[in-house]
C-alpha cells in the first residue's frame, strides 16, 4: 500500500471530482437514506433536540444537512479533504446551522485544532481510509471531542468476521459491478481502483476491538445492510 502522504493526495484526487459520489448518494448505494433514518430515530429516543455536531471527512454534509430539517443544530463542524466536496457543504447547510465552521483540511491535522466538544461526532466512509494504528489514535482524539454521554456515529466498510481484506475488496468490487448500473466502464474503474488502493475495511468485531482500545465502553452495530458490505456503529464513552 502506498505511504501515508501519497494516499492522502490519491483520497483528494478522487474525491475533488465530487460528481460520481453525489451519484451515489443520490442512488442510495451506500446507505446514507438507512444512516438519516437511524440517526433521526436514534437521537430522537435520546430525547436530543438541540445538537452540536463534528464531522470528519464530512464531503457535502448530506446526512447532516438532512437532519436540519428534524433537529436544531446549535454548532456544526466539518472537516474535509476536498475543496469542492467543502464548498457543496456550505450551500446545502446555509440557513440549517446557528454556528457553521467548515475546515479544509486532513482531518488528524486539523482534529486537535477545534475548540470545545460536541454531543455528536459523525464519520462517514472516512475512517476506514486509515490503518489499524490510526484508526486506535483517530477514535481517541474523537473520544476528546465528545461531551460525556457524546454519541459517535461512524458508517463504514464492515467485512464478514472470516473474511481477508481482500476477499472483502473482491465481493465488494463484484457488487459495484453488477448493482452500480448507473456509472459507465470508465467510471466505475475509478471506483475499483480506488477501493483497492486505498479502503482498508475491519470486521465489527475489529472496529469494536479498536474502539474499546481507544477507551470507548459501550459499542452497538444496529444495521447491516443486506449485501453485508456497509454498516452503521455506535460507540459512548
Ligand atoms: C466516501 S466520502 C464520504 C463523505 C461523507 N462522510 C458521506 O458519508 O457522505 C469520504 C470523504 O472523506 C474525505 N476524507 C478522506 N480522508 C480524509 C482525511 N484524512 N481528512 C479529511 N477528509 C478526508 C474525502 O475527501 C471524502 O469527501
Known sequence: MASD???????????EGWDLYTTVIEQNYMIHTEVLSYLVRR?????????SILEVGCGDAHVVSEMGRFFTIERYCGIELSRMALDFAATKLEGKVQNLELI??????????IQGKFDLIVAGYTIHHLDEKGKRALFAS??????????????????????????YLDRAVR?????????TAEQLKSVRNHVRQNDIPESWEGWRRIAQESGYQKMRFPYYDKNRLF??????D
Open 43 to 51: 437521537l430522537t429516543e435520546l430525547g436530543w433536540s438541540d445538537l
Open 142 to 167: 474523537l473520544k476528546e471531542r465528545l461531551y460525556s454521554g457524546g454519541l459517535l456515529v461512524v458508517y463504514d466498510v464492515v467485512h464478514r468476521q472470516e473474511e481477508t481484506r481482500e476477499e
Open 5 to 15: 502522504d501519497v494516499r492522502i493526495n490519491e483520497i483528494r484526487a478522487f474525491f
Open 231 to 236: 454498516g452503521i456503529m455506535e460507540f459512548l
Open 104 to 113: 479544509h483540511g486532513e482531518m488528524v491535522e486539523e482534529i486537535d485544532r
Open 175 to 183: 457488487h459495484f459491478e453488477t448493482d452500480w448500473t448507473i456509472f
